[in-house]
């Protein structure tokens, strides 16, 4: 595997454990949040506008080149914003919120990285995506919809949908909705159906 993909997926994993543990010791109120989403829009423009030398240097480390040429910093904001979102949703329940972000951080980052290093078998919906990462993310998933659901089919359905949700590339008007988004989103609702 890429050493660059390694990393990225590495600082994923670890990112939706630090918004998790942040958010239940109350270090990361939801407008707090917001601002920092807003704040990474604004360093992404930067970057992407040559005013931020330093932040694209760091970028570089774990940055895919056309995202750092388009849309930098794209994985980290569209996490961020998926947390966003799915904490203000079960704003009343988080148990469910950090059940979708861990799910996104540890099944996204599984998929990723047994699909390029083992994977054989594509996808129908996505050339790109391997079904044993597929397998593998589902299987890494369940333990976390677990102990958030208690309940095995919970667990499985939940598990289920957010790895399906990673696979296709899905474009509204154009424009390709990260799957960071939609996985968190997919996840806890998912598992609100059964709690």
Same mark, same amino acid.
């Given at each position: 595997?890429?050493?660059?993909?390694?990393? &990225?997926?590495? %600082?994923?994993?670890?990112? *939706?454990?630090? =918004? +998790?543990?942040?958010? #239940?010791?109350?270090?990361?109120?939801?407008?707090?949040?917001?601002?920092?989403?807003?704040?990474?829009?604004?360093?992404?423009?930067?970057?992407?506008?040559?005013?931020?030398?330093?932040?694209?240097?760091?970028?570089?480390?774990?940055?895919?080149?056309?995202?750092?040429?388009?849309?930098?910093? &794209?994985?980290? %904001?569209?996490?961020?914003? *998926?947390?966003? =979102? +799915?904490?203000?949703? #079960?704003?009343?329940?988080?148990?469910?919120?950090?059940?979708?972000?861990?799910?996104?951080?540890?099944?996204?980052?599984?998929?990723?990285?047994?699909?390029?290093?083992?994977?054989?078998?594509?996808?129908?919906?996505?050339?790109?995506?391997?079904?044993?990462?597929?397998?593998?993310?589902?299987?890494?998933?369940?333990?976390?919809?677990?102990?958030?659901?208690?309940?095995?089919?919970?667990?499985?359905?939940?598990?289920?949908?957010?790895?399906?949700?990673?696979?296709?590339?899905?474009?509204?008007?154009g424009f390709e909705i990260d799957d960071n988004l939609i996985i968190p989103l997919g996840a806890?609702?998912?598992?609100?159906?059964?709690?």
């Open positions: 595997m890429h050493e660059l993909e390694f990393r &990225r997926q590495i %600082l994923h994993t670890i990112y *939706g454990f630090v =918004l +998790v543990i942040l958010h #239940f010791y109350g270090f990361l109120p939801l407008p707090l949040l917001f601002l920092i989403i807003l704040g990474g829009a604004l360093t992404s423009w930067l970057v992407l506008k040559k005013k931020a030398s330093f932040v694209e240097r760091l970028l570089r480390i774990f940055e895919r080149e056309h995202h750092l040429l388009n849309f930098p910093g &794209r994985g980290m %904001l569209f996490f961020t914003i *998926g947390s966003f =979102l +799915v904490l203000w949703i #079960f704003e009343k329940t988080p148990e469910t919120a950090y059940a979708g972000i861990l799910i996104l951080s540890v099944g996204d980052s599984l998929t990723n990285v047994v699909g390029r290093q083992w994977g054989r078998i594509k996808t129908r919906l996505n050339p790109h995506k391997y079904l044993e990462g597929t397998l593998v993310g589902i299987l890494g998933c369940l333990p976390i919809a677990y102990y958030f659901s208690h309940n095995i089919f919970a667990a499985l359905a939940t598990a289920c949908v957010a790895m399906f949700l990673e696979i296709p590339n899905i474009r509204i008007f806890s609702i998912t598992l609100s159906f059964f709690t």
